[in-house]
């Protein structure tokens, strides 16, 4: 009687593992819009510019649905899957979050994909850009809902720690982003000759979409993990903040179209934030590598390399950019160097255990889809300046290459995530009563 009792799953744990379900098919969906409609896609009109010798004659829609996929369907997705995820390590987990998820994963992916749909198609895409936008707005504002509410009501008041007031201040931009995309929409919809948003006006939503919450979130995830996955020294709070200060002033004069001022100061805002996090300095203890590949250290210090080198060529862009090569290799060296490869290394690290305490299939697919992914974003950004600012002949040849060796990377990449999920979780060695599988902070 009493086993039975203490074997029986209870409805904490069932719901627990019912996030953990619903965290794995945002984690799949987030993969699918990374592969399809994002990277497939950027690599089919970089081979198109190339061919063609221009960026001019490119449909900016098409453009702009690779962008979309690429930071919304596969960043914006994976965001939000975690966040759901760490409802189940506040505690006191309850169903409707569950429900919650699902609901917010039907409107968000829904409207990602339609906004894809539309903008490559270009059918009804003065009703589906709205539409599209409205579902993504409404899917996060569930997720929003469900997460705040939920901290005020399991815990008492907690300390603001600094990692916090970031991942505050990265869902705040997130949410801007998604209002902005309304606004954006709509103007399209009743102004607008095609699917695309206006040059201008997408070049301060890329700033706000690009630089605002993905950044934001890696920060403050880095923050919070390093000083354990990297076995570096706490991160110093002043930096940190002083860091999100000059952040959000360079999103705000971006917004304000004072591309100059914004760059600049997302220049300064770059150094400050990997020497707050401790990213140049010595571990003080053993990086946690068990797992996974031991060289994850050195691509999550690298992507601060990356961050400077977006950073700069931002400032350069906003000086001399004339043909959109400073730019396009400014924000490529940002989301392919910076973010994916920290999406890549700390990725690969965490989701097994988030999506139900699983081991990653192989350490030799992370190593090699990091050092391919870095490889392929340094083809990138040299040959963009040179072929599109200065018609350089050896630099557009270059470029396909850059584009093929960026999509396998990315493939490598989620084939291994992919065949984690697949594979059934190993089994505990013993097992007392039920216990949910992965609602602590993922081992060493
Ligand atoms: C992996 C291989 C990738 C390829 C081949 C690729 C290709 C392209 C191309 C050809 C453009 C047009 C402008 C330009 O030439 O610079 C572009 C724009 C863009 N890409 Fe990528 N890209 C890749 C990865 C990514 C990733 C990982 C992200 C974000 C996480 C991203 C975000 C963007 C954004 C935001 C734009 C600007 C869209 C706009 O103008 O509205 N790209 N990409």
Redesign the pocket.
């Known amino acids: 009687m009493f086993r039975a009792r203490r074997d029986a799953p209870s409805a904490a744990a069932f719901t627990e593992a019912a996030l953990q379900r619903l965290v794995t098919v945002y984690i799949v969906t987030g993969l699918v819009f990374?592969l399809l409609p994002?990277?497939f896609?950027?690599?089919w009109?970089?081979i198109?510019?190339s061919s063609r010798h221009t960026?001019g004659q490119?449909p900016?829609a098409w453009?702009?649905a690779?962008?979309?996929a690429?930071?919304f369907g596969?960043?914006g997705t994976f965001i939000i899957g975690i966040g759901f995820y760490s409802l189940s390590k506040m505690g006191a987990t309850r169903p409707v979050a569950v429900r919650a998820g699902w609901t917010a994963w039907v409107l968000w992916s829904g409207g990602a994909a339609l906004r894809w749909a539309a903008n490559v198609s270009g059918w009804e895409w003065r009703t589906l850009l709205p539409l599209s936008a409205g579902l993504q707005l409404a899917g996060f504002l569930i997720f929003f809902a469900t997460v705040s509410r939920h901290k005020r009501s399991g815990q008492a008041a907690v300390r603001v720690e600094p990692w916090m007031k970031l991942v505050i201040a990265a869902t705040v931009s997130f949410l801007l982003a998604l209002l902005a995309n309304v606004g954006l929409a709509v103007h399209a919809s009743l102004l607008g000759e095609g699917p695309?948003?206006g040059?201008e006006l997408?070049?301060r939503?890329?700033f706000l979409?690009?630089w605002g919450f993905?950044v934001l979130a890696v920060w403050g995830f880095n923050a919070r993990w390093a000083p354990v996955f990297l076995g570096l020294k706490e991160p110093r709070s002043g930096g940190l903040m002083s860091a999100l200060v000059l952040e959000c002033g360079g999103l705000a004069a971006a917004l304000l179209g004072q591309f100059v001022w914004a760059a600049v100061l997302l220049l300064a805002a770059a150094p400050v934030a990997a020497a707050a996090l401790r990213m140049g300095e010595r571990a003080w203890k053993p990086a946690k590598t068990q797992g996974v590949s031991a060289t994850f250290p050195y691509f999550v210090r690298g992507a601060y390399l990356w961050l400077g080198v977006a950073a700069v060529l931002g400032v350069w862009a906003a000086l001399a950019d004339a043909h959109?090569?400073l730019?396009?290799?400014s924000?490529?060296a940002?989301?392919?160097g910076f973010?994916?490869t920290m999406v890549f290394a700390i990725g690969q690290r965490v989701l097994p255990a988030f999506c139900g305490m699983r081991v990653l299939y192989s350490k030799g697919l992370m190593l090699a889809s990091l050092a391919v992914?870095n490889t392929?974003?340094l083809l990138?950004v040299a040959a963009?300046i040179p072929a599109?600012e200065w018609d350089t002949l050896a630099a557009w040849k270059l470029?396909p290459v850059?584009?093929v060796t960026?999509?396998t990377?990315?493939t490598l990449f989620a084939v291994n995530l992919l065949v984690t999920l697949w594979l059934p979780p190993p089994r505990p060695a013993v097992t007392v009563g039920w216990r949910p599988q992965a609602s602590g902070a993922p081992a060493a």
Request: charged share 10%.
């Open positions: 990374l994002g990277t896609l950027g690599v009109n970089l198109s510019i960026l490119l900016p453009i702009q690779h962008g979309h690429q930071l596969w960043l695309a948003i040059h997408d070049q939503f890329l979409s690009a993905p959109g090569g730019w396009g290799a924000r490529h940002l989301t392919v973010l994916a992914l392929g974003c990138r963009e599109y470029l850059s584009a960026e999509l990377a990315v």
